[in-house]
């Protein structure tokens, strides 16, 4: 039921650097705000970024996001093993809002 | 600091009916939307639910909508969500989120409780 598509995983070494795309249309990512969620594993999801680009005060900048068009992209820097989790791209349309597919970090 | 806490999961057959509750602390929960979201086993997340703060507009997604209700009682610091004609597709942990007015992401979640809908 996922409107929003991501790639299923990505993986990288401990510091390389990995990007999540979260692909939409002009209803949703198009017209909207993009949020991103870091859900490790056995918890609850988390705030990552916030208005497409905007951290919470506790996450480090080794998290960024961006968007374009109907797309939108998280990049994380200097991947670290405890980064490996389940990562969700956020939007809304209409007063609903959706989720993305999810995409899976390895860290390798 | 801001507390969600859940309530009110377990195991219930298909059609039966089950009612979750989210504890909310640390906060005026008054001033905030509140969601349900839900995530199947092994599965991405799945909104389920909004309310606005003072519960004037509530929206579902087509999946869930006529079998669940959302409601609150900001005089309770409580989120409900009620489930009817429950589903084996309904399975799920269900976790509520708070959302701040105006904006349009949850900052902060539950920890979940796992609704198990089985004969």
């Known amino acids: 039921q996922s409107v929003l598509t991501q790639p299923p995983s990505v993986s990288a070494a401990p510091g390389q650097e990995v990007t999540i795309s979260c692909s939409g249309t002009s209803s949703n990512i198009g017209n909207n705000y993009v949020s991103w969620y870091q859900q490790l594993p056995g918890t609850a999801p988390k705030l990552l970024i916030y208005d497409n680009e905007k951290r919470p005060s506790e996450i480090p900048d080794r998290f960024s996001g961006s968007k374009s068009g109907t797309s939108a992209t998280l990049g994380i820097t200097g991947l670290q093993t405890g980064d490996e989790a389940d990562y969700y791209c956020?939007?809304?349309?209409?007063?609903?809002?959706?989720f993305g597919t999810g995409t899976k970090v390895t860290v390798l | 600091q801001v507390q969600l806490v859940e309530s009110g999961g377990g195991v219930v057959q298909p059609g039966r009916s089950l009612t979750l509750s989210c504890a909310a602390s640390?906060?005026?929960?008054?001033?905030?939307?509140m969601h349900w979201v839900r995530q199947a086993p092994g599965k991405g997340l799945e909104w389920v639910a909004v309310i606005a703060y003072d519960g004037s507009n509530i929206y579902y997604p087509d999946s869930v909508k006529g079998r669940f209700t959302i409601s609150r009682a900001n005089f309770r610091n409580t989120l409900y969500l009620q489930m009817n004609s429950l589903r084996p597709e309904d399975t799920a942990v269900y976790y509520c989120?708070?959302?701040?007015?105006?904006?349009?992401?949850?900052?902060?979640w539950g920890q979940g409780t796992l609704v198990t809908v089985s004969s």
């Open positions: 640390g906060f005026i929960f008054g001033h905030y939307a």
């Open positions: 956020g939007t809304w349309h209409g007063g609903r809002r959706v």
């Open positions: 989120a708070r959302e701040e007015y105006g904006e349009y992401y949850f900052d902060n």
